[in-house]
């Protein structure tokens, strides 16, 4: 009778607390794989989701079945109302990742943004960021060395170059702010 308990205690400790999130975390993260260069942070990550989602899932099922369920509920084997809706939503996160790819030996590619060929906001703002960095480097070389007339124009085709292309991606940033 203790083992029907115990494996009772585990089922329903992976069904509250692992199962549906792992699926749904799977459905929406089916390019995170657990082996490679980024295995174990993957791993880490779907871990921590599964819990996390789980929980969430059990705490708005169970107060959603509150609300509904005359007279309550027990989360109970004898009353399986929360464990069934929650392995519904798990069997739902397993279809939705199978039909992802999340299950298959070759993963997915990333959903791409809107122009892939385009660096995104990160990138652009580091760039632009470096670019007023060598901008100011060049600034006080240029005041220091103003005797020297080649040099002194070398380093101010050397700035003029360097704000035209700090123009460029600022207005290229402009136009991505602006869609």
Not at 35 to 52: I, K, N, Q, S, W
Not at 129 to 152: F, I, K, V, W
Request: charged share 25%; net charge negative; no cysteine.
């Amino acid at each position: 009778m203790d083992a029907v308990d115990g494996a009772e205690a585990v089922a329903g400790g992976l069904l509250l607390f692992v199962v549906p999130g792992f699926t749904i975390a799977r459905a929406l993260f089916p390019e995170w794989r657990f082996r490679g260069p980024d295995g174990a942070r993957h791993a880490l990550e779907t871990a921590t989701l599964a819990f996390v989602l789980s929980v969430a899932l059990t705490v708005l099922v169970g107060s959603a079945l509150l609300g509904v369920a005359p007279g309550g509920f027990a989360a109970a084997w004898s009353d399986p109302l929360l464990e069934t809706v929650l392995a519904a939503i798990a069997v739902v996160g397993a279809v939705a990742g199978v039909l992802r790819g999340a299950y298959a030996r070759v993963p997915p590619t990333p959903p791409a943004g809107p122009e892939d060929d385009e660096e995104g906001a990160f990138e652009l703002t580091r760039e632009l960021d470096r670019l007023h960095r060598e901008e100011r480097r060049l600034s006080p070389r240029a005041r220091g060395t103003a005797a020297l007339e080649t040099t002194s124009a070398e380093i101010e085709r050397q700035r003029a170059e360097l704000r035209d292309r700090i123009d460029a991606l600022e207005q290229r940033r402009e136009e991505q702010y602006a869609r």
